[in-house]
C-alpha cells in the first residue's frame, strides 16, 4: 500500500490507536527543552494528527504542519479546533512546500518516526528544503526510532495496545531496507472483525542521518536517546534524537 493512502486509511483510529491527549500532554512538556524565548514560529514535518502541532502551539508558538495525507489533515484540523488553538496545515510532502516558507520557521520538529516515511530518493531534498524554510540559527529535531538496537533484538513487534473496542498491534516483517510495517485492527470482542494495513518504512539509522543533514547545509548536530536529551545508546536506547542547527 502506498504511504500516502496507508496513512489515509489510518486516520481514522490514529488517535484512538496511540492515546492522542496523552502524548500531547507528554511533547508539550518535553518540547519546553528545546524552546527559547527568541522563538516564535514552528513547523512540524509529517503531521499526522496534529498531535506534536497541538503541542507546539500550547508552548505559545505559532505554528504551521505539513502532511502528505490528506485525511491526516483533515484530522489535524479537527483536532486543533478541540484544543482551541489556530494552526495552519498544509497537504504538502515536505520535500514540497512552497518557497514561500523560505526563511519562515524559528523550530522545525519531524518527531514520532515520521523521517522513516520518506523514500531514500526524497530524503536530501526533503532535508534541503527543511533548511531553507528555517531561519539563520534555527533548530530542527527529529525523532525517529533506533533501528540499530532494534536489528540486534531482531524485535519485530512495536507495541501493542487496546483501546476498546479495538486492539491494535504494530509490526515489522523484517528489518530490511526498505522494510514492511504493519498495522493489524481488530474488534476484541470478535478477533475475527480485522483490518490489517502496511505500508514501507526506511529504517535510517544515525551515521546516515547526520551525514544527508550535513549536506543539507546544517553544521552542527546533537544526538540523545529522548527529548529529555539523555545520553544515546547505540544498543539500548529506545529512540534515536537529532538536534541540527542552521
Partial sequence: MQNKKFFDKVSSFFDNMTNSPKVINVRKSMLKNFITEEMKTAVDLGCGTGNDSIALSLNGLAVDGFDLSGDMIKTANENASKYGVKINFYNKSIDNIPVIFHDKYDFAVSLGNSIANVEKKYLLKSFKKIFDILKPGSLFIIQILNFHALKKTNNRIVNITKNPPNV???????????????????????????????????????????????????????????????????????????????
Fill in 168 to 246: 491494535y498491534v504494530r509490526f515489522y516483517d523484517s528489518f530490511s531496507m526498505p522494510m514492511n510495517f504493519n498495522i493489524l485492527r481488530f474488534d476484541e470482542s470478535n478477533p475475527k472483525d480485522f483490518e490489517l494495513l502496511t505500508t514501507t518504512l526506511f529504517p535510517y539509522e544515525k551515521e546516515f542521518l547526520i551525514t544527508q543533514i550535513k549536506k543539507a547545509g546544517f553544521k552542527k548536530v546533537s544526538v540523545y536517546s529522548d527529548l529529555n536529551k539523555n545520553k544515546f545508546q547505540k544498543f539500548l536506547s529506545k529512540d534515536l534524537i537529532l538536534v541540527a542547527q542552521k
